[in-house]
């Protein structure tokens, strides 16, 4: 089976005006929609088609293939992203909540800790939050470099590419954080991420 477009877990309105209807209809209409096509057309007629897109992605770097891991590891990237955004404004609970206590400190720690790196972060790229031996830490990644390959089990993501927030805060990377941390952050997927211990597979 083929690699689908994962669709969005709320309505495209849901995130204004943090994230416009019209970004999200471009970022994951025809952005993440490219990724998933050109993933799709590099693997058919080889034996990575049908695949999880999780072993697409460790193949591709297996093989030293570079078009294959960014189309590939963007299509994975973006599927977590849209998981870990939320319509309504969420506070972590139990397990999750006294990890975070513990390796940041308090839940305000954390999240401008997530601002700072997010803000921080030179051209394009994600920052995550990231479950590591029974610790948390935030953790950047550049271009496509994505936790669907690296040690670590990711909780949350959020994505850095321009094309994420600049028709709706132009240049103003800190703003759009701000924004998602106080109010988008899907905590309730972040806590399964955290209870499960193993990495998200991507639908399906």
């Known amino acids: 089976m083929a690699i689908t ?6 309505a495209d309105t849901a995130l204004e005006p943090t994230i416009s209807a019209t970004t999200l209809q471009t970022h994951h209409g025809k952005h993440h929609q490219t990724y998933v096509d050109r993933t799709n057309t ?5 034996d990575l088609a049908g695949k999880p897109l999780e072993d697409i992605v ?15 590891a963007q299509t994975w990237n973006h599927g977590f ?5 939320s319509a309504e404004a969420q506070t972590p609970e139990g397990d999750l909540a ?8 308090s839940l305000a720690g954390l999240l401008t800790e997530l601002a700072a790196q997010g803000a921080a972060h030179f051209a394009s790229g994600w ?11 935030v953790e950047q990644t550049h271009d496509a470099a994505s936790y669907a390959d690296l040690s670590g089990n990711p909780l949350l993501v959020i994505d850095l590419w321009e094309h994420a927030y600049y028709l709706d805060h132009k240049n103003l ?3 759009y954080l701000k924004a998602v941390t106080e109010k988008h952050l899907n905590w309730d997927f972040a806590a399964e991420n955290f209870a499960r211990g193993t990495l998200w597979t991507y639908p399906a």
């Open 5 to 10: 477009l994962s669709p969005l877990p709320y």
């Open 42 to 46: 590099a693997v058919e007629g080889t």
């Open 58 to 72: 460790a193949a591709a770097i297996a093989q030293g293939n570079k078009g294959l891991f960014n189309n590939s």
């Open 81 to 85: 992203y849209w998981h870990s955004l």
């Open 98 to 105: 006294a990890a975070i206590d513990t390796s940041f400190g």
């Open 127 to 137: 920052v995550w939050l990231v479950a590591k031996d029974g610790k948390l830490s």
């Open 173 to 175: 990377r800190p703003a």
